[in-house]
C-alpha cells in the first residue's frame, strides 16, 4: 500500500467515542493515521486528552461524512442497535471498519454483516479490546500446549456496581427496544460482554465448538427491562462448558476473572487488569502489553497476509449467538425486600443484593447457575438451543440435552 496516512473517522464521537479519541489522538500526532472526521448527534466538544484537530470536518450524518470525507477508516462507537446500517454503509463507501461491542443484535444480523464484509472485501474488526491481551495470549498458549491437562469448563464471575445515573445515561440504557428496533444491554452483553467473550475465546483454544445452548438466570434490583445480575451456562458442540456469574449490585469489588478447570491444575486470569496465574504459581502476576485494536488494523491494512486481524468478526460469532438469545429470554426477575440493599439518592443511588458475591464465586467454582445451589431466590433457569452464526441452523436439541447439566428444572 502508498505511504499515505490513512484517513481515519469516528462515529459516535462523544460519550464512550471518547475513549476512541483519545486513543486515536497520539496516533495523529504521530503521524499513523490522520483523523479527517468526527460524527455525532450531540455537540462535539474537544477534550484536553482528545483534541480536535485543525482540518477535521464535524458531521451529524454518517453518510453525509462518508460521502464528504472519504475516510480509509472508520471507527463505530454508536448504540448497538444502530450498528449493522451504519456498518453496511461504511463498507459500502470501500472503508474497513472498527465496529464497537457487541457488533450486532442477532445471528441474522451477524450474517448480514459478514455477507458484506465477503462481498466488499473489506476488513471488519469488532471492539473487543481484551483479545489484544498479553495475559490473555499467553492463557491460551498454555491452554493448547496442554499445561492445564484436559480443560473441563471454564467461568467468568465479576461483581460491579452501577448507580441510577448509568441506566439514564442514554435512552436505549436499560431497555429491550429503542426507536423500534431490539436493544443489547444488560450485564452480560454490554459491560461484561468482555468477560464471555474472554471465555469463549479460552474455550476456542481448548478445542471448544460453537456455542449450541444455554442456561440462563436474569435478575435485575431495579426497574429496568434487563438483567443487572446473570448466571449463564453454554454448551459448545465439542469441548468444555463455559459459565458466567456477573452482577452490578455487588458487594465487594471483582474486577472480573477467567477461571480455566483443568485436569492438571487450575488459571484464573483478572482480565480488566491483565493479570495471570497459571498452574504452580503462588498467585496473580502482572503480564503487561495490549495491541491496540485500531493499530493492529492499520497493520492489517498494511500488511494482511502477515498480520490478521485480532477480532475480526468471524472470531465473535459465538458471543453474538449468545447475546441474541439473552436479548430473546424472558424478562429479568425483579428482586427486593430484604435482599437487596440501597445506599445513596437520586441518581447516585447504589443497590447491592446481599451475599451475591459468595454465590456468584461458587457458581463459577462449580461451574453451576444459581438454581443449582443454596440460593433461595433462584429463579428456574431459561434454556434454548441456539442458531450458529456463521452456519445454517440445525437442530442439536439431541448434543445439547446429553451434554447439559440437567437438575430436571
Known amino acids: 500500500m502508498s505511504g499515505q496516512r490513512p484517513r481515519v473517522a469516528l462515529v459516535g464521537a462523544t460519550g464512550h467515542g471518547l475513549w476512541h479519541r483519545r486513543r486515536i489522538a497520539p496516533l495523529h500526532e504521530a503521524g499513523r493515521l490522520r483523523l479527517v472526521a468526527l460524527v455525532d448527534v450531540r455537540p462535539v466538544e474537544?477534550?484536553?486528552?482528545?483534541?480536535?484537530?485543525?482540518?477535521?470536518?464535524?458531521?451529524?450524518?454518517?453518510?453525509?461524512?462518508?460521502?464528504?470525507?472519504?475516510?480509509?477508516?472508520?471507527?463505530?462507537?454508536?448504540?448497538?442497535?444502530?450498528?449493522?446500517?451504519?456498518?453496511?454503509?461504511?463498507?459500502?463507501?470501500?472503508?474497513?471498519?472498527?465496529?464497537?461491542?457487541?457488533?450486532v443484535l442477532s445471528v441474522a444480523e451477524h450474517r448480514t454483516l459478514s455477507a458484506a464484509v465477503a462481498e466488499t472485501g473489506r476488513a471488519c474488526q469488532v471492539g473487543f479490546q481484551a483479545l489484544g491481551s498479553a495475559a490473555l495470549a499467553e492463557l491460551l498458549a498454555a491452554v493448547r500446549d496442554g499445561r492445564l491437562g484436559t480443560v473441563t469448563g471454564i467461568a467468568t464471575v465479576a461483581s460491579w456496581q452501577r448507580d441510577d445515573a448509568y441506566y439514564g445515561r442514554a435512552p436505549w440504557a436499560g431497555r429491550r427496544s429503542a426507536d423500534g428496533r431490539p436493544v443489547l444491554d444488560g450485564a452480560l452483553v454490554n459491560p461484561l460482554a468482555h468477560a464471555v467473550m474472554q471465555c469463549l475465546a479460552v474455550a476456542a483454544a481448548a478445542g471448544g465448538g460453537a456455542p449450541v445452548a444455554i442456561e440462563l438466570e436474569r435478575y435485575r434490583t431495579r426497574p429496568i427491562e434487563v438483567d443487572d445480575t446473570a448466571s449463564l451456562r453454554v454448551t459448545l458442540d465439542e469441548g468444555p462448558v463455559v459459565v458466567a456469574a456477573v452482577t452490578l449490585a455487588g458487594e465487594e469489588f471483582i474486577p472480573g476473572e477467567v477461571i480455566v478447570h483443568g485436569t492438571r491444575g487450575r488459571a484464573v486470569l483478572e482480565y480488566p487488569t491483565d493479570r495471570l496465574m497459571l498452574p504452580g504459581e503462588p498467585g496473580?502476576?502482572?503480564?503487561?502489553?495490549?495491541?491496540?485494536?485500531?493499530?493492529?488494523?492499520?497493520?492489517?491494512?498494511?500488511?494482511?497476509?502477515?498480520?490478521?486481524?485480532?477480532?475480526?468478526?468471524?472470531?465473535?460469532?459465538?458471543?453474538?449467538?449468545?447475546?441474541?438469545?439473552?436479548?430473546?429470554?424472558?424478562?429479568?426477575?425483579?428482586?427486593?425486600?430484604?435482599?437487596?440493599?440501597?445506599?445513596?439518592?437520586?441518581?447516585?443511588?447504589?443497590?447491592?443484593?446481599?451475599?451475591?458475591?459468595?454465590?456468584?464465586?461458587?457458581?463459577?467454582?462449580?461451574?453451576?447457575?444459581?438454581?443449582?445451589?443454596?440460593?433461595?431466590?433462584?429463579?428456574?433457569?431459561?434454556?434454548?438451543?441456539?442458531?450458529?452464526?456463521?452456519?445454517?441452523?440445525?437442530?442439536?436439541?439431541?448434543?445439547?440435552?446429553?451434554?447439559?447439566?440437567?437438575?430436571?428444572?
Open 46 to 103: 474537544p477534550a484536553p486528552d482528545a483534541p480536535v484537530p485543525d482540518g477535521v470536518e464535524v458531521f451529524t450524518d454518517h453518510r453525509e461524512m462518508l460521502r464528504a470525507a472519504r475516510p480509509d477508516v472508520v471507527v463505530v462507537c454508536t448504540p448497538p442497535h444502530t450498528h449493522l446500517p451504519i456498518a453496511l454503509d461504511v463498507l459500502a463507501a470501500g472503508a474497513d471498519l472498527l465496529l464497537e461491542k457487541p457488533p
Open 284 to 409: 496473580l502476576r502482572e503480564v503487561p502489553g495490549r495491541v491496540s485494536l485500531l493499530e493492529n488494523l492499520l497493520d492489517h491494512r498494511a500488511d494482511p497476509a502477515r498480520v490478521p486481524l485480532i477480532a475480526p468478526l468471524s472470531r465473535t460469532g459465538g458471543f453474538t449467538a449468545v447475546a441474541g438469545a439473552v436479548h430473546a429470554a424472558p424478562e429479568p426477575l425483579l428482586l427486593g425486600g430484604d435482599l437487596v440493599a440501597a445506599t445513596g439518592e437520586g441518581p447516585a443511588r447504589v443497590t447491592t443484593i446481599r451475599g451475591i458475591n459468595g454465590a456468584l464465586r461458587r457458581a463459577a467454582e462449580e461451574l453451576a447457575l444459581l438454581s443449582e445451589l443454596p440460593v433461595g431466590w433462584a429463579a428456574r433457569p431459561y434454556r434454548v438451543a441456539l442458531p450458529v452464526a456463521d452456519r445454517p441452523v440445525a437442530d442439536r436439541t439431541g448434543t445439547w440435552t446429553r451434554r447439559m447439566r440437567c437438575d430436571g428444572k
